[in-house]
Nanobody
Framework: QVQLVESGGGLVQAGGSLRLSCAAS????????MAWFRQAPGKEREFAAA????????TYADSVKGRFTISRDNAKTTVYLQMNSLKPEDTAVYYC???????????????WGQGTQVTVSS
């Protein structure tokens, strides 16, 4: 069992930066693939970024590549999402999630946080 709690969301102007954190409970955190998803009002939840258990590999959606960076600290059982050059279209609720699979599909992620709101004003 893994419990996930996101933090760090807020209101930022276009071009600004935010750093999201996701604190995980459970001693098996380091064995999970961790990802960030986002969901804008009226839209489906979409993949943003994922990182493998030992940080040796990451993957990003085209829409965030070059602007967002995912990282993790297994000693602190925390995963991060550094978001730079934010755009109004990045406005969404951001969720972290854990999976045993290297996948971008929400249905393959077993554990989810409650989400944190990110709003980017123009």
């Amino acid at each position: 069992q893994v419990q996930l709690v996101e933090s760090g969301g807020g209101l930022v102007q276009a071009g600004g930066s935010l750093r999201l954190s996701c604190a995980a409970s459970g001693r098996t955190f380091s064995t999970y693939i961790m990802a960030w998803f986002r969901q804008a009002p009226g839209k489906e939840r979409e993949f943003a970024a994922a990182i493998i258990w030992n940080s040796s590999s990451t993957t990003y959606a085209d829409s965030v590549k070059g602007r967002f960076t995912i990282s993790r600290d297994n000693a602190k059982t925390t995963v991060y999402l550094q978001m730079n050059s934010l755009k109004p279209e990045d406005t969404a609720v951001y969720y972290c999630a854990a999976s045993r699979l290297w996948t971008r599909l929400p249905r393959d992620y077993t554990y989810w946080g409650q989400g944190t709101q990110v709003t980017v004003s123009s």
